[in-house]
């Protein structure tokens, strides 16, 4: 059974840092490219950042550029979440994708408080 289970958020201030992870199971992740969506009430879901099958190339959303890093290795992906600010609040989902293949985990809550 295809599970992808997210971890790692939270309240923190404003500048603080999280670090979610990403454990995945029923499927061979390291074909599949990786990434981070958020979704934030009354917005519609957005890519955070991606990471390629092999790790060798990541991309991010510009509003995260310089203070968010995607990683991964084995079955899990991670997204470091540095220097966090109040916009940054939502829900994070992971997601596995690999050409029509799409697998989603039920999210994780980050609060970002002033």
């Known amino acids: 059974q295809v599970r992808l289970v997210e971890s790692g958020g939270g309240l923190v201030q404003s500048g603080g840092s999280l670090r979610l992870s990403c454990a995945t199971f029923?499927?061979?992740?390291?074909?599949?490219?990786m990434n981070w969506y958020r979704q934030a009430p009354g917005k519609e879901r957005e890519l955070v950042a991606g990471i390629s099958s092999s790790g060798s190339s990541t991309h991010y959303a510009e509003s995260v550029k310089g203070r968010f890093a995607i990683s991964r290795a084995k079955d899990t992906v991670y997204l470091q979440m540095n220097n966090l600010k109040p916009e940054d609040t939502a829900v994070y989902y992971c997601?596995?994708?690999?050409?029509?293949?799409?697998?989603w985990g039920q999210g994780t809550q980050v609060t970002v408080s002033s």
């Open positions: 997601n596995a994708a690999l050409q029509s293949i799409s697998f």
């Open positions: 029923g499927f061979t992740m390291s074909i599949y490219g």
